[in-house]
């Protein structure tokens, strides 16, 4: 595997009504691991992964926050959330358990580009 | 060019499961090439052998074991999914002390890195039921 593709990560999941947030934290985590160059976009419901201050205890689930602020250990520094998403969700970057990137919707369109593949979750 | 797929839709509850099945097959027929199908999340029930759809329902993992046969395709399982599915090769039976395994021939189990492994030496990765 000498081949080192750019990934990115598409989140459009909620941190706990399914596993997806987790099963794509997996993938990154692999990719990672494969000395891949990997970046997560949150979109849609997949921003309120990044919220500060989760209390999923109840659900006696694993929290997505603190799995999230490990990404850097692993060199996974690259997160991106659209600005109007923040908005529609009534979040400011505040609101966040991890630096991320902010961009307009618009921008999409060149990350996909700037990835050799692109995976959804 | 060369494919490879991750299925993440339940092959009974999921149309995207069977949408996978067709873009694989549509594609090999036009001469291109699929290097490995990562089945991922209730992906991987394709590969119980006990599923038992009505007769008037298609039977995908029959359809893909004959379609893997054909063209000699990888059909890579999630262990760590497949496991806690309930879809359990020999090793995986006896490791967790099961009554029997019940993995359906031509599939494998694997871990993710395969999948990072089929991102590196793919043209295109496509995602199913995301």
Redesign the interface.
């Known amino acids: 595997m000498s081949d080192k593709k750019s990934i990115l990560i598409i989140n459009q999941s909620a941190p706990y009504g399914s596993n997806k947030a987790r099963e794509s934290l997996d993938v990154a985590l692999t990719c990672a691991i494969f000395e891949m160059p990997v970046s997560l976009l949150f979109i849609g419901d997949g921003v309120l992964q990044l919220l500060n201050g989760q209390q999923p205890e109840a659900l006696q689930t694993k929290k997505h926050e603190a799995m999230l602020t490990a990404l850097p250990m692993y060199d996974i520094d690259c997160l991106y959330v659209t600005s109007s998403d923040l908005k529609q969700h009534g979040l400011q970057s505040e609101d966040l358990a991890v630096p991320v990137k902010i961009v307009e919707q618009k921008q999409i369109a060149s990350l996909i580009q700037q990835h050799d593949t692109v995976l959804t979750y | 060019m060369k494919f490879s797929l ?1 299925v ?1 839709s339940s092959p009974i509850s999921q149309q995207s499961a069977a949408t996978a099945f067709r873009f694989a097959k549509t594609a090999l027929e036009a001469g291109h090439e699929i290097f490995r199908v990562f089945y ?2 209730d992906g991987v029930l394709v590969a119980n052998s006990q599923i038992a759809p009505p007769q008037d329902e298609i039977n995908l993992p029959e359809m893909w074991q004959a379609l893997a046969k054909q063209y000699d395709i990888d059909l890579v399982v999630c262990i ?2 497949a496991v806690k599915r309930g879809v359990l090769d020999d090793n995986e039976a006896k490791r967790y002390e099961k009554d029997a395994a019940n993995l359906a021939a031509g599939f494998e189990l694997s ?3 395969q ?3 089929a ?3 793919s043209d ?2 496509i ?1 199913f039921g ?1």
Do not use: N
């Open positions: 991750v993440h991922y999340g760590a999914a871990g993710l890195g999948l990072a492994e991102i590196a030496l295109r990765v995602t995301a």
